[in-house]
């Protein structure tokens, strides 16, 4: 816009000066009065123009400060309105640069007004909007800091409860609670708390403190989680709310963790109350010596005693620290060595639970007499709890243990469970079951363990490793291949018994080919067609053949019962169920369905393979029938779950995986260590699904129930 031009007065000439000093009568009255009038009036006009320049001006300053002061304030409000959008730390951190960038901004608009004027007229409103907008800035940067700060405080309680890694660490969850009443204080602080809102606020948080640590102690130590459930609940540490939660779950986990640990113990062969970190302590100590301290358990429940802490096999570092430490231990007073029988892993340390030292070593010494193997001598009263082997005790010469018979091991552990539970009688029946079905599922793994290694040890007797030569003694057997060395290891002694015949038929050399043993292979040859099941139940390492027809007849055997779906027992049960699999798109194996129809043969055949062990004969045709329609029914698939607990999701029980809790158990069954087997989650998955089999519908194929 034009500016209008700044006009000095001093300068304003209305008419040319007259310099003649001519009177004005010397114009005569009239026209001397008018030149008078005249002089006034250009005076006049001069000032008014002058003033009415001035006012135009000002005018023009004036606006121009205004525009350049609303927009000062529209663009500060976008500053502002994106500062007010940040929250919590982010705000705090960003005022000081809000500050500078609304200053800065004010500062940009201020210089570029055309003149001072201008410029004045715009400092003065800009400057007090700006202080405006920095207080409401400094409001909103404060009030952040003290949400943030609440915020964090509430955040570390959280973290308080949900960091209690170890509930038997008492120091640790002190300081939890300690750091958890720290933080209270600080948001009671910022948020202007009573101090009964405080205390209020600090018990809460205790509860919930404690029902975190008794619900983790439950997962692993069910019974002292609920020996601690009820003192907290005696002492005003748990809130009724909180007590009613923690204590459906700590009964559940008595019902299956509980029942879990009881089962898993006793068929192990330990006593029902000792824990898995206890039976840690025994690894790498010689089976004879522990033989004798379960057995001596199992004899006087009445005393209960576990190994103690580094009583099992040492390293030489660990007996090095315990050298180091002197004369004493807790409970204990001994004299350390640099040199221990637990090196070599023939010594165990055992402390009682329940009873004395004296009565826990008569137990040991009864226990050894009654089983053969001996002990060595006492260290005396200065260490009753120490036992060993004699240290020239040949271990391999020790007596076999008789196992313990299945109904032994279910009265063992009931009556632990009606000692720690005596008025929860499902407890007692969660744990008869769960120790019958791990007893089952223990016998079953050693038993397919068992099969493998018959088949591998039946192709080396015919000469199907090495460089084919027939094996005479077990020497030459073992040397065929490390894996059959490894197979006959695995067996027990009964078993090998039956090759050592063999062995020396081997010896003997080569059987020849004669009109009863041609008429004999043949017969099983059809055999392998006609009547596969048959077929497979033949020990065709010990028919009167010569080696190339029982090589034949084995490596035949073991093609059939190579996978699940050439298993001729499935390829007949398969045909017979396609009437079922038709509808459930599993009649054939295709791209879209080969998971699940794996699956299904896979089951189909562990079906068959249980219902035989069982009965002592192939399933019929309508046992078949019936274990299809069994599999196919649908069942409560308890691995789907959400916020809400279990989702209402049913799925075919043949493929249900296993939950991570009975992923857990199963994969810790003891039979998989024994067997030097870490197993894979397809074979947990199966373990679970004859499990869940046997549990629904027994030994037998039985009809089941049409689904509602």
């Given at each position: 816009?034009?500016?209008?031009?700044?006009?000095?007065?001093?300068?304003?000439?209305?008419?040319?000066?007259?310099?003649?000093?001519?009177?004005?009568?010397?114009?005569?009255?009239?026209?001397?009065?008018?030149?008078?009038?005249?002089?006034?009036?250009?005076?006049?006009?001069?000032?008014?123009?002058?003033?009415?320049?001035?006012?135009?001006?000002?005018?023009?300053?004036?606006?121009?400060?205004?525009?350049?002061?609303?927009?000062?304030?529209?663009?500060?409000?976008?500053?502002?309105?994106?500062?007010?959008?940040?929250?919590?730390?982010?705000?705090?951190?960003?005022?000081?640069?809000?500050?500078?960038?609304?200053?800065?901004?004010?500062?940009?608009?201020?210089?570029?007004?055309?003149?001072?004027?201008?410029?004045?007229?715009?400092?003065?409103?800009?400057?007090?909007?700006?202080?405006?907008?920095?207080?409401?800035?400094?409001?909103?940067?404060?009030?952040?800091?003290?949400?943030?700060?609440?915020?964090?405080?509430?955040?570390?309680?959280?973290?308080?409860?949900?960091?209690?890694?170890?509930?038997?660490?008492?120091?640790?969850?002190?300081?939890?609670?300690?750091?958890?009443?720290?933080?209270?204080?600080?948001?009671?602080?910022?948020?202007?708390?009573?101090?009964?809102?405080?205390?209020?606020?600090?018990?809460?948080?205790?509860?919930?403190?404690?029902?975190?640590?008794?619900?983790?102690?439950?997962?692993?130590?069910?019974?002292?989680?609920?020996?601690?459930?009820?003192?907290?609940?005696?002492?005003?540490?748990?809130?009724?709310?909180?007590?009613?939660?923690?204590?459906?779950?700590?009964?559940?986990?008595?019902?299956?963790?509980?029942?879990?640990?009881?089962?898993?113990?006793?068929?192990?062969?330990?006593?029902?109350?000792?824990?898995?970190?206890?039976?840690?302590?025994?690894?790498?100590?010689?089976?004879?010596?522990?033989?004798?301290?379960?057995?001596?358990?199992?004899?006087?429940?009445?005393?209960?005693?576990?190994?103690?802490?580094?009583?099992?096999?040492?390293?030489?570092?660990?007996?090095?620290?315990?050298?180091?430490?002197?004369?004493?231990?807790?409970?204990?007073?001994?004299?350390?060595?640099?040199?221990?029988?637990?090196?070599?892993?023939?010594?165990?340390?055992?402390?009682?639970?329940?009873?004395?030292?004296?009565?826990?070593?008569?137990?040991?010494?009864?226990?050894?007499?009654?089983?053969?193997?001996?002990?060595?001598?006492?260290?005396?009263?200065?260490?009753?709890?120490?036992?060993?082997?004699?240290?020239?005790?040949?271990?391999?010469?020790?007596?076999?243990?008789?196992?313990?018979?299945?109904a032994s091991r279910v009265e063992r552990a009931s009556a632990w469970a009606r000692s720690v539970s005596p008025d929860d009688t499902t407890f007692d029946d969660y744990v008869r079951q769960r120790t019958t079905t791990e007893f089952s599922q223990g016998k079953q793994i050693k038993h397919d363990a068992e099969f493998r290694a018959q088949n591998t040890i039946d192709g080396a007797i015919?000469?199907?490793?090495?460089?084919?030569?027939?094996?005479?003694?077990?020497?030459?057997?073992?040397?065929?291949?490390?894996?059959?060395?490894?197979?006959?290891?695995?067996?027990?002694?009964?078993?090998?018994?039956?090759?050592?015949?063999?062995?020396?038929?081997?010896?003997?050399?080569?059987?020849?080919?004669?009109?009863?043993?041609?008429?004999?292979?043949?017969?099983?040859?059809?055999?392998?067609?006609?009547?596969?099941?048959?077929?497979?139940?033949?020990?065709?390492?010990?028919?009167?053949?010569?080696?190339?027809?029982?090589?034949?007849?084995?490596?035949?055997?073991?093609?059939?019962?190579?996978?699940?779906?050439?298993?001729?027992?499935?390829?007949?049960?398969?045909?017979?169920?396609?009437?079922?699999?038709?509808?459930?798109?599993?009649?054939?194996?295709?791209?879209?369905?080969?998971?699940?129809?794996?699956?299904?043969?896979?089951?189909?055949?562990?079906?068959?393979?249980?219902?035989?062990?069982?009965?002592?004969?192939?399933?019929?045709?309508?046992?078949?029938?019936?274990?299809?329609?069994?599999?196919?029914?649908?069942?409560?698939?308890?691995?789907?779950?959400?916020?809400?607990?279990?989702?209402?999701?049913?799925?075919?029980?043949?493929?249900?995986?296993?939950?991570?809790?009975?992923?857990?158990?199963?994969?810790?069954?003891?039979?998989?260590?024994?067997?030097?087997?870490?197993?894979?989650?397809?074979?947990?998955?199966?373990?679970?699904?004859?499990?869940?089999?046997?549990?629904?519908?027994?030994?037998?194929?039985?009809?089941?129930?049409?689904?509602?």
């Amino acid at each position: 816009m034009p500016l209008v031009p700044t006009i000095d007065r001093s300068q304003v000439i209305a008419t040319p000066s007259l310099h003649e000093n001519t009177p004005v009568e010397a114009f005569g009255g009239a026209t001397a009065q008018a030149l008078e009038h005249l002089g006034s009036v250009a005076s006049h006009v001069g000032d008014e123009i002058y003033a009415r320049a001035r006012a135009m001006q000002d005018l023009q300053n004036d606006q121009e400060a205004s525009q350049a002061d609303a927009d000062y304030m529209m663009q500060s409000a976008k500053l502002h309105a994106d500062y007010g959008a940040l929250a919590g730390e982010a705000k705090v951190k960003a005022f000081p640069d809000y500050i500078a960038n609304v200053q800065k901004l004010r500062e940009d608009i201020g210089s570029g007004l055309s003149n001072p004027m201008a410029k004045k007229l715009y400092d003065r409103p800009s400057r007090s909007f700006m202080a405006r907008e920095i207080f409401n800035g400094a409001g909103q940067a404060a009030s952040a800091q003290k949400t943030a700060s609440f915020n964090t405080a509430t955040a570390r309680v959280d973290a308080f409860k949900s960091t209690i890694t170890n509930p038997q660490d008492d120091v640790g969850f002190e300081s939890r609670v300690q750091g958890t009443f720290g933080e209270l204080e600080k948001q009671a602080e910022i948020g202007g708390w009573s101090q009964d809102e405080l205390n209020n606020r600090k018990g809460q948080a205790l509860s919930k403190l404690w029902a975190s640590r008794i619900e983790l102690m439950s997962r692993t130590s069910p019974f002292q989680a609920q020996k601690v459930l009820e003192e907290a609940q005696a002492s005003g540490k748990l809130r009724e709310d909180d007590f009613k939660v923690v204590d459906a779950r700590v009964r559940s986990a008595m019902h299956t963790t509980g029942a879990r640990n009881i089962s898993e113990a006793v068929n192990s062969g330990w006593a029902p109350y000792m824990k898995q970190p206890e039976i840690d302590r025994a690894t790498g100590v010689e089976p004879a010596l522990l033989n004798i301290v379960k057995e001596a358990q199992r004899a006087h429940p009445e005393l209960q005693f576990t190994i103690g802490g580094q009583g099992g096999r040492r390293s030489q570092e660990e007996q090095d620290r315990l050298y180091a430490q002197g004369r004493t231990t807790p409970g204990r007073v001994v004299t350390w060595t640099r040199d221990s029988d637990h090196l070599r892993g023939i010594a165990i340390d055992l402390e009682p639970r329940v009873g004395t030292p004296e009565a826990v070593r008569s137990a040991m010494e009864e226990a050894s007499a009654k089983l053969g193997i001996p002990l060595g001598p006492s260290l005396g009263a200065k260490d009753l709890g120490h036992f060993a082997l004699p240290k020239d005790y040949n271990v391999a010469t020790a007596p076999k243990v008789p196992e313990e018979p299945l109904a032994s091991r279910v009265e063992r552990a009931s009556a632990w469970a009606r000692s720690v539970s005596p008025d929860d009688t499902t407890f007692d029946d969660y744990v008869r079951q769960r120790t019958t079905t791990e007893f089952s599922q223990g016998k079953q793994i050693k038993h397919d363990a068992e099969f493998r290694a018959q088949n591998t040890i039946d192709g080396a007797i015919v000469g199907n490793f090495g460089k084919g030569q027939l094996p005479t003694t077990i020497e030459e057997l073992k040397a065929s291949s490390p894996e059959v060395a490894a197979a006959w290891d695995s067996l027990d002694e009964s078993k090998q018994r039956k090759y050592l015949s063999y062995l020396a038929k081997n010896a003997k050399g080569e059987t020849g080919w004669t009109s009863e043993g041609l008429r004999r292979y043949q017969q099983l040859k059809g055999m392998a067609h006609g009547d596969p099941n048959e077929f497979l139940a033949v020990d065709a390492v010990g028919e009167n053949l010569p080696n190339s027809a029982k090589r034949e007849l084995i490596n035949l055997q073991q093609r059939l019962k190579a996978n699940a779906e050439g298993d001729p027992r499935v390829r007949q049960a398969m045909q017979l169920l396609l009437p079922l699999l038709g509808p459930a798109d599993l009649a054939r194996r295709t791209d879209g369905n080969k998971d699940q129809y794996d699956q299904f043969v896979g089951a189909l055949q562990d079906q068959i393979q249980d219902f035989t062990q069982q009965n002592k004969k192939a399933p019929k045709n309508d046992d078949i029938q019936k274990m299809g329609a069994q599999l196919l029914q649908e069942q409560a698939d308890t691995s789907k779950w959400s916020v809400f607990g279990l989702l209402n999701r049913k799925s075919p029980m043949y493929t249900i995986p296993a939950p991570d809790v009975d992923v857990t158990r199963i994969k810790n069954l003891p039979a998989w260590a024994e067997l030097g087997v870490t197993p894979t989650r397809q074979m947990i998955d199966r373990v679970y699904a004859r499990e869940q089999f046997q549990k629904l519908y027994g030994g037998a194929a039985k009809k089941p129930e049409v689904p509602h």
